[in-house]
Structures are given as C-alpha cells and as structure tokens.
C-alpha cells in the first residue's frame, strides 16, 4: 500500500490542525495506521495509532486529549486531528501502516510509509 501524508502547514500556538493519511486503491485493509513525528534534531515519536477494520486506537499518553485519531473508510484516510498546538508540536508528522493490525507504539512494525507533512507552530 502507498500512503500519502498532507496538511501540514505553519499555525500560531493555540491552533487546530488536521493531518490526512490516504492510501492507495488497495487501501488499509485490516492494518494498523500511525501516526508518528520527527522534531528538528530529535528521535522519531509515537502519535497515535487506529486499526482500520476495527477503529481501536492507542495514543501517547503525552498527547492523550489533545489529539484524535480516526479514519473515513469512503476515502480510505487516517486522520490525525490536533489542538492547542504548541510549538514543541513543530515536527515532521509521517504515517506508517502496520500489515498486523496491531495498534502499538513501535514504529518498526510499521511498514509503509508516507513522505511526512511538515507541521510548525510558531509562539
């Protein structure tokens, strides 16, 4: 499956964003979709993650009650909605899909992944 990350964009602190995650025709299946960032100069970290089949979904506790996970299943998208950004926020947001299902934090069991959309938050 190839995915396609887009929605980034610069916002002022206090902003709402919403990230998109659309997959090819053959779509996500029963896969497991992520959503991690990359900060300027930082490791990757987990976001969230949703199993498409069944829309369980697990998130960093970090960033539990500001972001929400969900899918569309007519357009075959991820969504990654975000609030009260902050500029700690400002990173490359990429999604990965996992072919197992399993909605987890490791991003090495993600295997397709988009290209990342950039996300900045200016104070």
């Known amino acids: 499956v190839q995915l396609q990350a887009s929605g980034g964009g610069l916002v002022q602190a206090g902003d709402s964003l919403r990230l998109s995650c659309a997959a090819s025709?053959?779509?996500?299946?029963?896969?497991?979709v992520g959503w991690f960032r990359q900060a300027p100069g930082k490791g990757q970290e987990f976001v969230a993650a949703?199993?498409?089949?069944?829309?369980?979904?697990y998130y960093a506790g970090s960033l539990k009650g500001r972001v929400t996970i969900s899918r569309e299943t007519s357009k075959n998208t991820v969504y990654l909605q975000m609030n009260s950004l902050q500029p700690e926020d400002t990173a490359v947001y990429y999604c990965?899909?996992?072919?197992?299902?399993?909605?987890?934090?490791?991003?090495?069991?993600?295997?397709?992944w988009g290209q990342g959309t950039l996300v900045t938050v200016s104070s």
């Open positions: 990965g899909a996992n072919p197992r299902g399993i909605v987890q934090d490791h991003a090495a069991s993600y295997i397709y």
């Open positions: 949703i199993n498409w089949s069944s829309g369980e979904s």
């Open positions: 025709e053959s779509g996500f299946r029963d896969y497991a």
